[in-house]
């Protein structure tokens, strides 16, 4: 395949979200199959989700990551997945002149937001393994903006579940067992260069290459380069998304029920340098990840796919406890290797 050929299939998964007939939704599951075995990616449409309440989520975005770093600052929460994340280069806010790109990697700013362990008031669950929300009190409607963007994603990543079941043939509920105390987590990030005086040479990172965590990934983003996947053709491709369109891909925990039958596939954010300086780029990544006790194992169907070569049954808790701490045990190990050779790989 060729990099022109390359593309993220666009899937309308309306009859999904609306009663659509059987027909339409073997179709739906069938297209959902075929991307999640060959790309791990996918854009999908006829998600429902109003155009206002995804234009509340871009003004917030723009309300908070415009406020002076200083401020911004203190909302950082230390050792919690939430909060604020600040870029990664102190020198970004005082940068002026001509910057080494390698020296500005990771330049990306988050903000984090996420489902609570108190929300769920029937189980004895852990704040820390969730943790607990700030909301930037110097934005005004903050919190309602995003939380009704959040409860959509949520709904969207729900529907999506439903469809992998079937596209899988597993039973329908498969999903909803381990997911009904899900740990979700917004991560909204700006991806900016201070205005005017900088220019950049080189080779620049905006975000290093990665897979995700866990089930699957619902990511609003502008349509401005910088995202980029690597396909099985070892090549990166820019990507992103037609009009009216959410970018969905898998997790890792997802490749384990299958057996990497279905793909948790590496992508990075490397926007084009253009005249010293980059475009902004924002984008909201939706996690879905998983009740933080749910076992998660390889479905019987696919313990035979990989010549039989099958992951450990492992806890979300301790498999994102060995992603933070970039170890990885069982067959996820092999997967690490074989996950560094291809970025090795990589051309370009
Ligand atoms: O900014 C993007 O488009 C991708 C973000 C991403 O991969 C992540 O937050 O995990
Ligand atoms: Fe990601």
């Known amino acids: 395949m060729t990099t022109s050929e390359f593309e993220v299939p666009a899937i309308d998964i309306s009859p999904y979200v609306a009663d659509g007939s059987p027909e339409a939704r073997r179709a739906v599951a069938a297209a959902v199959d075929d991307a999640c075995s060959r790309v791990g990616f996918m854009q999908i449409l006829g998600h429902g989700i109003a155009d206002s309440v995804g234009d509340g989520l871009g003004a917030a975005i723009d309300d908070f990551f415009g406020l002076a770093l200083e401020s911004k600052k203190t909302y950082r929460v230390d050792g919690a997945n939430r909060g604020y994340s600040p870029p990664k280069s102190e020198s970004l806010s005082l940068s002026l002149g001509v910057e080494s790109a390698t020296r500005m990697n990771d330049f990306f700013e988050a903000f984090n937001v996420g489902v609570e362990a108190r929300s769920f008031t029937e189980l004895d669950l852990d704040e820390a393994d969730y943790g607990i929300n700030v909301w930037p009190d110097a934005v005004r409607g903050f919190e309602d903006r995003v939380g009704a963007y959040f409860d959509e994603a949520s709904r969207v990543a729900r529907t999506l579940t439903s469809i992998f079941a079937d596209a899988l043939s597993l039973p329908a509920g498969y999903f909803d067992a381990i997911t009904d105390h899900s740990i979700d987590v917004l991560r909204m990030n700006n991806y900016a260069l201070p205005e005017g005086t900088v220019t950049l040479d080189g080779d620049l990172t905006g975000m290093g290459e990665h897979t995700d965590f866990g089930i699957v990934t619902v990511l609003w983003a502008d349509q401005v380069a910088g995202l980029q996947i690597l396909g099985t053709d070892g090549h990166w491709h820019d ?28 992508h990075r954010v490397k926007p084009p340098i253009i005249d010293g300086t980059i475009a902004r780029r924002r984008s909201a990544a939706f996690f879905h990840d998983g009740n933080v006790d749910a076992v998660i194992e390889t479905a019987a169907d696919y313990l035979g796919s990989d010549n039989g070569l099958a992951y450990e049954p492992i806890t979300v808790r301790a498999h994102i406890a060995a992603k933070l701490a970039g170890s990885r045990q069982g067959k996820a190990n092999v997967h690490a290797v074989r996950e560094a050779a291809r970025v090795l790989a990589a051309k370009g």
Not at 242 to 265: E, K
């Open 239 to 266: 990507v992103s998304p037609i009009d009216g369109a959410l970018l969905v891909n898998l997790g890792d925990l997802t490749a384990r029920i299958t057996n990497d039958r279905w793909m948790s596939t590496l």
